[in-house]
T-cell receptor, first 115, second 109 residues
Framework: EAEVAQSPRYKITEKSQAVAFWCDPI?????LYWYRQILGQGPELLVQ????????DSQLPKDRFSAERLKGVDSTLKIQPAELGDSAMYLC?????????????FGPGTRLTVT | GIQVEQSPPDLILQEGANSTLRCNFS?????LQWFHQNPWGQLINLFY???GTKQNGRLSATTVATERYSLLYISSSQTTDSGVYFC???????????FGDGTTLTVKP
């Protein structure tokens, strides 16, 4: 069964350091999402890609976060510099249907701890 | 943007009991999913149900889009059903999904 892959699964970093997360969506899925989930809350959308184009990054803190999907397949989310408040679960999802419609499939997530 | 409210926030059951989880939303939707988040944080797809009723084993879901709510039913609960249940909805005029804050279910043996 096709799955969304993410790495690393866990990351511990010191504040002010740079950190990067990687996501490989289900093959053929043109829509890719990055979510952040703070403990005790539901996931919140950070950025949405359609192929290699960003279609929604309204909740992405652009002063320190960046995301890319250069060839329209896998994607990288970067934080530089990391802050204590960035400690959270970062989830990647993909879908075969664009613009938030259709079923989304999630990867296992990357749990980030900033010390 | 659309508001999503899940109730109850916490639910404790004995094994074998039935339960109903509710998801209310504030606008018309064209997308609604129910997920189970396991202890490792992975979101498991339960139902894609923007309208109507679906069943999968001991779980079933109903969405009444005109009245802006969805229900998730769990029958004969098992300890493995424990975890957090989320609904995620996509407003008709928006291009993304919004999650509720979840219902934490604990099933005791």
């Amino acid at each position: 069964e096709a799955e969304v892959a993410q790495s690393p699964r866990y990351k511990i970093t010191e504040k002010s350091q740079a950190v990067a997360f990687w996501c490989d969506p289900i093959s053929g899925h043109a829509t890719l999402y990055w979510y952040r989930q703070i403990l005790g809350q539901g996931p919140e959308l950070l950025v949405q890609f359609q192929d290699e184009s960003v279609v929604d990054d309204s909740q992405l803190p652009k002063d320190r976060f960046s995301a890319e999907r250069l060839k329209g397949v896998d994607s990288t989310l970067k934080i530089q510099p990391a802050e204590l408040g960035d400690s959270a679960m970062y989830l990647c999802a993909s879908s075969s249907v664009p613009q938030g419609r259709g079923e989304q499939y999630f990867g296992p997530g990357t749990r980030l701890t900033v010390t | 943007g659309i508001q999503v409210e899940q109730s109850p926030p916490d639910l404790i059951l004995q094994e074998g009991a039935n339960s109903t989880l509710r998801c209310n939303f504030s606008d018309s939707v064209n997308n609604l999913q129910w997920f189970h988040q396991n202890p490792w944080g992975q979101l498991i797809n339960l139902f894609y149900i923007p309208s109507g009723t679906k069943q999968n084993g001991r779980l079933s879901a109903t969405t009444v889009a005109t009245e802006r709510y969805s229900l998730l039913y769990i029958s004969s609960s098992q300890t493995t059903d424990s975890g957090v249940y989320f609904c995620a909805v996509g407003a008709t005029n928006a291009g993304k999904s919004t999650f509720g804050d979840g219902t934490t279910l604990t099933v005791k043996p």
